[in-house]
């Protein structure tokens, strides 16, 4: 069982940066596959970024690709989600999954076995 906890969000400015955290107890991330995603009110949950176990693979969603990095450290059992140039329609729920099931990350959310509680980004205009 992995239990995963967000953090980092907030209320920022378009153009402004933020960086997630999602940190597991329970069991190690360092064989887990894990994945960002996020929701906004009355939409799908939908893809952000993922990363294989290795930190080898890695995928953006084309909305995020280049204002998005997505890193972990092992060490520290974290995957973080760097959110740079936020635009208003980031604006969501962030939310952490990970998988133990396969190394390589999934862009579906039925990929993904645990799941954090997520934490809210506010992007104003």
């Known amino acids: 069982q992995v239990q995963l906890v967000e953090s980092g969000g907030g209320l920022v400015q378009a153009g402004d940066s933020l960086r997630l955290s999602c940190t597991a107890s329970?069991?190690?991330?360092?064989?887990?596959?894990t994945g960002w995603f996020r929701q906004a009110p009355g939409k799908e949950r939908e893809f952000v970024a993922a990363?294989?176990?290795?930190?080898?693979?890695?995928y953006y969603a084309d909305s995020v690709k280049g204002r998005f990095t997505i890193a972990r450290d092992n060490a520290k059992n974290t995957v973080y989600l760097q959110m740079n140039s936020l635009k208003p329609e980031d604006t969501a729920v962030y939310y952490c999954?990970?998988?133990?099931?396969?190394?390589?990350?999934?862009?579906?959310?039925?990929?993904?076995?645990?799941w954090g509680q997520g934490t809210q980004v506010t992007v104003s205009s």
């Open positions: 990363i294989s176990w290795s930190g080898g693979t890695t």
């Open positions: 999954a990970a998988t133990a099931s396969s190394s390589v990350p999934s862009k579906h959310t039925a990929g993904y076995d645990y």
């Open positions: 329970g069991r190690t991330l360092s064989r887990c596959a």
